[in-house]
């Protein structure tokens, strides 16, 4: 690979004389290379739902179904499916199908996993969390009973991932690792899935090498032999890492190297929006704000100073400023990509600065009061810059904005405890379904639902639409109940939606990789020209 | 003899303990794990029960005893971040950072001891001008400027050497090593020579400054006096006598490199102990924190310990007093 980089350029033609025996490593044919910033947890399908660790395995793994270039859900390790009534599906399993260690996948390897993915260190619960038994029919098909009617249940079983029994437990791996029982088992290091690679090396924090896989059941559109996984965490070594030639493709890409890039004439840059929805929201549950100077009341429970917050916050200056074009300002918390969503959503309240200061006045807050804001420094794009310009924003109606930027892990250790009274957060849907959302982040906070709600958020409304939603199984009608919900989070004002943010790539102009709003890179549709 | 070694060995396991516990109270501070172990969409009710298995509800003093006792018998636990024994991950990381801080340390030494005699002998020379130049610049750039710059020119214009990472390795079974492919070679020049630099200039200096004091006193006089030639003056009578000193220090920073590689990995993504110890901060990963920086307080204190052995081998008067 770098034998061919040297070639294409005339530069570097005098080095290729030189250094061409040295650099040119074994004929490394159709060999692609890419840079992410942050090392996968682990191989094991069932301990983590972290987003790039999933991307990364989904090369490796396979579930029943899959989603295309488009994210619309398709047929992979299950043929076909059809619905037996309304909490009853069966799953046609395709035939033929081997793991990468040449053992048949049946319907066992469904059962097992579904059983492995229910215990103690698995991470996938709550993909699975509605399913009540999977029975088997026949080698090749099973019957999938769920709690109550699922709408989204193939959303969710696309990143749930299958292994081998006989695999698992020739290698004593049949249940997920779990550090709370000391550790690690053969599936952490190893793999054996049906995907279109194969695992041939793992080397945590050092690289990660795919092979293609000859026996895949499916036509490839990829064209490259073998795949290597490069973690890079510093933005200025990644970047110089694709410029020098060292790897084909990085993401993320700095903001401030996207300039640079898109002068470079052999490099080119992805960009689209990514389904995270960056917002701000407010404490609107506690009678007194834990951090604040209004004493005994909570201002957020107003709704005009919600209001007011809203339209103080210049949403195009902060994308022309600070993320320098990089972001799609939206008025809602469910991005366009995402089942639910609607145009009537999008549009936001107008930035409105008499009207917000009107508004505080009405409230009884003409004069301001102080504030605490809590912000991670480390987490989503220029998340710092946007808490300061955010502050800086509501400085002028009066609100001043003590800001509490810190690193990730603290940050959400202080919000997850509700110790906030006004943060910034992002949200990323693990389903691409708008109850997850609803759900997660809208629903009051229950031991089991409202997990991400940290401001306290409650509208029985958004609850009960919330619990229709999840058995709604007439699509058009669900679509609408969703509209409903977002449309009375929306009107409730307890959330700025900010924007989503861009997904940057950078690569060189030789390869063709495929971006998806879940900032995921899969394999089976990259080519090395 | 004896008595001063044993004193020094019950110093030592202070200074470690207190270390431990230190670092323990600042791992309240880094933030909770269980937020980076889990998925968003747990429930709250699995993070509090993984919370409480884990035993990260109990009082600190607690966590921190049951450490220490886990730690004396020899185990460091597992990683939260994926389930590895500490112990493991920190030997698989040791042979990088080791043979990055040896290169290191070896380029510091080879070039920075005769750089000083040469400056220490003729301080006002042109060329020990330019040295002094150079030296400056090594003192004052911090190693990511450096490393950055090196990258940008040797790897990203000219394309002579990978710009991160640590090449093909041969495993040896108990050891990883860079140092037997050509890759591996390659790919240990830019790190080694950023993490050195500072040493280098730092003794290059100590060693000139030592130089011209030595020369300065009234014994080199009278070892010209007595007609000793130049080589024997210099490194027989001047050499030796400015090496107490930068013994002392060359100790003390190579317990540096080793410890505070963590800018210089992370600027190659050279995957040693300090890229893994930011990995651990990053995710709240308090048995690799912990392991990490009690190992640190080991380097420190056993480099102390045989500084001041070196000490007394090489200061007969040292040896009188005790």
């Known amino acids: 690979m770098r034998n061919t980089l040297l070639r294409r350029t005339v530069a570097a033609a005098a080095f290729g004389v030189f250094f061409g025996q040295v650099l040119a490593g074994p004929a490394a044919a159709q060999t692609f290379r890419w840079a992410f910033q942050g090392e996968n947890i682990t191989m094991d399908p069932h301990s983590t739902t972290e987003y790039t660790t999933v991307g990364f395995l989904s090369n490796i793994y396979e579930g029943l179904v899959r989603r295309d270039r488009n994210m619309k859900i398709e047929p992979a390790l299950a043929q076909e499916w059809q619905l037996v009534s309304p909490t009853v599906w069966r799953f046609k399993l395709r035939e033929g199908v081997k793991f990468h260690d040449g053992s048949p996948f049946t319907a066992d390897d469904v059962i097992f996993s579904y059983e492995r993915s229910l215990k103690d260190g698995s991470d996938v619960k709550p993909r699975i969390q ?36 006989a695999w698992s ?116 549950a506690r009678d007194e704000l834990l951090h604040s100077s209004v004493k005994g009341k909570n201002p957020f429970k107003d709704h005009r100073v919600r209001q007011a917050f809203y339209h ?55 004069e301001g009061f102080t504030l605490t804001m809590d912000c991670p420094n480390d987490r989503y794009v220029n998340d710092e810059a946007i808490c300061q310009a955010v502050a800086a924003m509501l400085a002028r109606i009066n609100v001043k904005v003590e800001l509490l930027a810190q690193t990730r892990s603290l940050f959400f250790k202080k919000v997850l405890s509700r110790d906030t009274s006004f943060y910034l957060h992002a949200w990323a849907t693990s389903t691409n379904d708008g109850h997850n959302i609803l759900y ?30 999840s058995a709604e199984m007439d699509i058009p009608k669900r679509n609408e109940l969703l509209f409903q919900a977002f449309d009375t989070v929306r009107n409730d004002y307890a959330h700025v939606p900010l924007h989503q943010q861009m997904l940057v790539w950078a690569k060189r102009k030789n390869v063709d990789v495929h971006q998806r709003p879940d900032d995921r890179l899969e394999l089976r549709f990259t080519r090395v020209k | ?18 270390v431990a516990f230190l670092s323990f109270l600042i791992f309240q501070f880094v933030g909770d794990p269980v937020a980076s172990m889990v998925g968003q969409d747990t429930t709250t009710v699995e993070r509090e029960r993984l919370r409480s298995e884990l035993g990260l509800d109990r009082p600190i003093l607690i966590q921190f005893a049951d450490f220490v006792a886990r730690t004396v018998s020899g185990d460091l636990g597992v990683s939260y971040r994926d ?60 190693p990511f400027v450096i490393g950055i710059m090196l990258i940008f020119l040797f790897g990203v214009t000219w394309r002579l050497l990978p710009t991160f990472g640590r090449g093909e390795v041969v495993d040896l079974g108990f050891w990883q090593t860079g140092l037997l492919t050509s890759s591996g070679l ?20 100590l060693v000139r400054a030592g130089m011209i004091e030595v020369l300065g006193t009234d014994f080199i006089k009278f070892a010209r006096a007595r007609g000793l030639g130049n080589l024997q003056i210099y490194f027989r009578h001047g050499l030796k006598n400015t090496l107490v000193p930068v013994i002392t220090v060359v100790g003390l920073q190579l317990g540096s490199l080793i410890a505070f590689s963590i800018i210089v990995e992370t600027v190659f993504q050279w995957p040693g102990l300090g890229l893994l110890f930011i990995r651990s901060v990053q995710f709240s990963d308090i048995p690799v924190m912990s392991a990490y920086l009690l190992f640190v307080g080991v380097v420190f204190v056993t480099i102390n310990l045989v500084v001041d052995m070196l000490y007394l081998a090489v200061d007969p008067r040292l040896r009188t007093m005790s």
């Open chain 1, 130 to 165: 509605s399913i009540k038994e999977i029975r088997k029919i026949g080698d090749h098909e099973i019957e999938l009973e769920t709690h109550a009617p699922n709408p989204i249940l193939l959303s969710e079983l696309a990143d749930w991932f299958i292994l081998s029994r």
């Open chain 1, 169 to 284: 437990e020739a290698n004593n791996a049949q249940a997920p690792a779990d550090v709370r029982k000391g550790g690690e088992n053969a599936a952490t290091q190893r793999a054996n899935g049906t995907g279109p690679f194969k695992l041939t090396q793992r080397q945590r924090d050092e690289k990660t090498v795919l092979s293609a896989n000859e026996g895949w059941w499916d036509k490839p559109e990829f064209n490259i032999k073998e795949a290597v996984f490069l973690p890079v965490s510093n933005n200025a070594t990644r970047v110089a890492a694709l410029l020098s030639g060292n790897v084909d493709m990085i993401y993320p890409v700095p903001s401030q190297d996207i300039p640079r890039l898109e002068q470079a004439t052999d490099f080119e840059l992805l960009r689209g929006p990514e389904s995270r929805v960056v917002f701000l929201s407010f404490d609107v």
């Open chain 1, 312 to 366: 103080a916050v210049d949403v195009e200056a902060i994308k022309s400023r600070i993320m320098r074009g990089a972001s799609f300002p939206t008025g809602t918390l469910i991005a366009p990509s995402v089942t639910g969503y609607d145009e009537r959503l999008g549009a936001r309240l107008p930035f409105d600065l008499d009207k917000a200061k009107a508004l505080m006045a009405e409230a009884g807050y003409g």
């Open chain 1, 440 to 469: 997660d982040l809208l629903n009051t906070p229950t031991p089991k639902t409202g997990t991400w709600n940290l401001g306290g958020y409650s509208n029985p409304k958004v609850d009960e639409l919330t619990t229709l939603i």
């Open chain 2, 1 to 18: 003899m004896i008595h001063f070694l044993l004193k020094r060995v019950g110093h030592s396991i202070f200074v470690l303990l207190a």
């Open chain 2, 83 to 142: 389930g590895h024994r500490v112990s493991e991950l920190i030997a698989q990381r040791l042979p990088a950072t080791l043979e990055l801080a040896a290169v290191a340390a070896m380029f510091a030494l080879g070039i920075g001891i005769p750089m000083g005699i040469y400056c220490g002998i003729h301080p006002d020379s042109s060329l020990s001008r330019a040295f002094q130049a150079i030296s400056l610049l090594g003192v004052s750039l911090p």
């Open chain 2, 186 to 205: 390659k790919s240990l020049i830019m790190p080694a020579l950023t993490l050195g630099l500072f040493q280098m200039t730092l003794i290059m200096r």
